[in-house]
């Protein structure tokens, strides 16, 4: 796979689901109505997210790529421990897993701001932002797949908006109880 199309998969994974995940925190905690509570929460939420996708990318891409390594050492006949292969391998493996941790912490950013930054309509903003967000990472993953952008986009921020609805109304339901 094309190494632009490799770190713009990690850019959309990380972005994704730093967003959508943090979305869900923002929209649980601000049933509090505590807006530093609604911050603290998420901001912890982002970091370990963050953390989480970064080893998570960096173990399981680690074995992949080591593992290819180890396929390729067999017809060779020959180790590749200490050659510039393996530390090209090893430098992608840091480069892709520090792009997914970066993606997912900027991305989870996204739904806190407003909570931040504004005195009202707080939970609405983060919704508004957080599609519009997912829209535009659409039409970047359209354009780098050399694909139809406006259908990415709306797919994108689609998906986002139905899962947005479905925790907000999930904790709407839980407030009735």
Not at 59 to 65: A, S
Not at 123 to 130: C, H, N, T
């Amino acid at each position: 796979m094309d190494d632009k199309i490799e770190c713009s998969k990690y850019i959309i994974l990380g972005s994704t689901s730093g967003i959508l995940a943090i979305l869900g925190v923002v929209t649980g905690a601000s049933v509090s109505g505590d807006t530093t509570l609604v911050i603290n929460t998420a901001l912890a939420g982002a970091v370990a997210l963050a953390l989480a996708n970064g080893i998570g990318s960096f173990v399981t891409l680690g074995d992949i790529e080591l593992g290819k390594l180890t396929l390729l050492e067999k017809p060779l006949m020959r180790s590749l421990d200490n050659t510039k292969i393996e530390q090209l391998t090893k430098k992608k493996i840091w480069a892709h897993s520090l792009i997914h941790t970066a993606a997912c912490f900027v991305g989870s950013m996204l739904p806190i701001l407003p909570f931040m930054l504004l005195d009202s309509q707080q939970l609405e903003v983060s919704m508004g932002l957080s599609i519009a967000s997912l829209a535009v990472l659409g039409v970047y993953w359209g354009r780098i797949m050399q694909q139809n952008i406006l259908l990415h986009s709306i797919r994108m921020a689609g998906l986002g908006g139905v899962i947005a609805m479905a925790v907000n109304l999930l904790f709407r339901y839980i407030q009735m109880v």
